[in-house]
C-alpha cells in the first residue's frame, strides 16, 4: 500500500500550479442536457462517416441525457419512437434460420431494409444485412435507458448471432464478415450476454483465456496477447471479467496487483491512456471505471480528474471533447460525464462501471432478470 501513496505524491510533485490557485469550475448540466437531445436528433455534415453506427450516436445521447438525469424531458412518444427505431433495425431469423449468424442489431437504417419495429420474422432478404456486436450492445443498453423490457429482443437470433462472432483463441469480431477481432468486441460481447442474462453467446472459458493472454509486459491489457497495453482495452478486459464473474480467478493476486498500478500510473492531470501520451477526457472513464471495478477507485485524485474534465467542458454548445480548445463529440462528451459520475459529481447520477449505463437503467435490467 505505501508503495501506492509515494506514486501518488510523485505525481501530485510533478504537476504545475497548487490546487488552490485553481478556479473552481461548475458542471454546465443544462448546457450538456441541450446537448445530448441535439445529438439525438442531428448531427453536423462533417460527421455523415458515422452514419453506420447511429445506433451508438443514438446511445450516447439518451444515455448521456440518463446519467445527467434529464430523460423527463424527452416525451413519452418521443421515447416509443425511439424504442421502435431501435426494434427496426433487429436483424430477426429467417423461416429457414439459415441467417442466424448475421442476427442482432444493425447500426442504422443505411441497408435499406423496411421500417419495420413490430415485425416478429424478417424476410426480407438484402446482401450486406448483418449485424454489428457493438450496435446489438448500444441498443440493448439503450432499450433498458429508455425503460423497455426487451420482449420484442429474438434472443435466439441475438446469442447465435454474438455466438458465431467468436474465435478460435476466444476473441470476437465485430461482424459476420471480414472484421479485425480485438477486445472491444470481447466487451461488447459480455455486456450482451449479462443483459440477456445467458452465457449461450459465447465459450466463457475462452474468452477469460484471451484477456489473460492479452496483458502485456507492463502489467496493461492490449487489444490481443503481444500488442500494446491500453487504458481503453484495459477497461474492457476488466469489466468483461467482472461481468462474467471471473475477475478474481482469471488474474493471480499479483498479477491484479500489477494490473492496478499500471491503471493508477495513467493518471497525471487527467488519465492517459498509454505510458507518455496526452491526458484525454475519456480516460477518466475507461481508467477511472477500471479502477473502480479494482476496488481501488479511492486512489483517484478526484481534485484533479475532475479539474481536467471541465477543462474540456465547451461553455456555449454544451459536450466535452477530448483535449482543452476542442470541439466536443458525443464520445468524449458521454464519458466525460461518466468520469464525473465515478468522480461524485453531484447532479450527475451514478453509473453502473462495468456496463457503462446508469446505475438506475443497470437496477432496471436487475429487476428484469428477477421477473422471468
Ligand atoms: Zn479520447
Redesign the pocket.
Known amino acids: 500500500m505505501a508503495s501506492r501513496f509515494v506514486l501518488i505524491e510523485n505525481i501530485r510533485d510533478s504537476r504545475p500550479g497548487k490546487m488552490s490557485e485553481a478556479v473552481e469550475e461548475e458542471v454546465l448540466l443544462p448546457r450538456h442536457i441541450k446537448y445530448a437531445k441535439r445529438i439525438m436528433g442531428v448531427l453536423p455534415t462533417e460527421t455523415q462517416g458515422l452514419d453506420t453506427s447511429r445506433m451508438t450516436i443514438l446511445f450516447f445521447g439518451v444515455s448521456g441525457l440518463d446519467v445527467l438525469d434529464g430523460l423527463s424531458e424527452v416525451s413519452c412518444q418521443d421515447k416509443a419512437d425511439m424504442v421502435d427505431w431501435i426494434y427496426a433495425q433487429q436483424i430477426l431469423p429467417n423461416k429457414s434460420h439459415s441467417n442466424l449468424y448475421q442476427c442482432g442489431f444493425r447500426g442504422g437504417s443505411f441497408i435499406g431494409a423496411p421500417y419495420q419495429p413490430t415485425s416478429s420474422q424478417n424476410e426480407v432478404n438484402i446482401s450486406y444485412n448483418t449485424s454489428h456486436i457493438a450496435m446489438t450492445y448500444t441498443a440493448l443498453a439503450s432499450l433498458l435507458v429508455l425503460g423497455d423490457d426487451l420482449s420484442r429482443v429474438n434472443r435466439e437470433g441475438v446469442l447465435a448471432g454474438v455466438r458465431h462472432l467468436q474465435q478460435k483463441d476466444g476473441s470476437f469480431c465485430s461482424t459476420a464478415e471480414g472484421t479485425e477481432n480485438d477486445m472491444r468486441f470481447v466487451y461488447c460481447a459480455c455486456c450482451v450476454c449479462y443483459m440477456l442474462n445467458d452465457w449461450k453467446g459465447m465459450d466463457v472459458v475462452k474468452a477469460a483465456e484471451f484477456i489473460k493472454t492479452s496483458q502485456s509486459y507492463d502489467h496493461g491489457i492490449a487489444q490481443g496477447p503481444l500488442l500494446e497495453s491500453h487504458g481503453g482495452s484495459t477497461f474492457c478486459a476488466i469489466a468483461s471479467l467482472s461481468l462474467m464473474g471471473r475477475l478474481d480467478s482469471t488474474f493471480s493476486p499479483a498479477e491484479l496487483e500489477r494490473l492496478k498500478k499500471w491503471c493508477i500510473r495513467r493518471q497525471q492531470t487527467g488519465f492517459n491512456g498509454r505510458p507518455n501520451k496526452p491526458v484525454?477526457?475519456?480516460?477518466s472513464f475507461w481508467v477511472g471505471a477500471s479502477l473502480k471495478l479494482l476496488g481501488i477507485g479511492s486512489l483517484v485524485d478526484s481534485a484533479w480528474n475532475r479539474r481536467y474534465i471541465l477543462s474540456t467542458q465547451c461553455s456555449i454548445t454544451g459536450g466535452f471533447s477530448?483535449w482543452p480548445e476542442c470541439h466536443p463529440d458525443p464520445l468524449?462528451t458521454y464519458l466525460g460525464l461518466c468520469g464525473l459520475s465515478l468522480n461524485g459529481e453531484k447532479g450527475v447520477c451514478p453509473i453502473h462501471a462495468a456496463l457503462n449505463i446508469s446505475q438506475r437503467a443497470a437496477d432496471w435490467l436487475k429487476t428484469l432478470h428477477t421477473n422471468t
Open positions: 484525454d477526457t475519456c480516460y477530448k468524449h
